[in-house]
């Protein structure tokens, strides 16, 4: 099993800036990837950026390219997901979550075996 704790989500204002992080622990060892998503109220979890945990390939959903920047630190067994120029269509609550079988989806949420609790971030205009 694998835990996740997310933090670094709070109320901002539109062009601000927030760092998520979220530690994993226990078999930790076994993660291929980890990912962030994002649901807004009344919106399906939708998937925002995910990073291959050995190579450290990254991947983003178009509307935060250029602007999120997901990163690792294997030591610390921690996931970043540093958020520049945040806009108002970003408020949601975001989930951290890691996957650990073959043939990953970094995108689809149902790939990922572990998530965890949430963090919100509200980004006022």
């Known amino acids: 099993q694998v835990q996740l704790v997310e933090s670094g989500g709070g109320l901002v204002q539109a062009g601000d800036s927030l760092r998520l992080s979220c530690v994993a622990s226990?078999?930790?060892?076994?993660?291929?990837?980890m990912g962030w998503f994002r649901q807004a109220p009344g919106k399906e979890r939708a998937f925002v950026a995910a990073i291959n945990w050995s190579g450290g390939s990254t991947y983003y959903t178009d509307s935060v390219k250029g602007r999120f920047t997901i990163s690792r630190d294997n030591a610390k067994n921690t996931v970043y997901l540093q958020m520049n120029s945040l806009k108002p269509e970003d408020t949601a609550v975001y989930y951290c979550?890691?996957?650990?079988?073959?043939?990953?989806?970094?995108?689809?949420?149902?790939?990922?075996?572990?998530w965890g609790q949430g963090t919100q971030v509200t980004v006022s205009s």
């Open positions: 226990g078999r930790t060892f076994s993660l291929i990837a």
């Open positions: 979550a890691a996957g650990r079988r073959s043939s990953v989806i970094y995108t689809g949420a149902s790939w990922y075996d572990y």
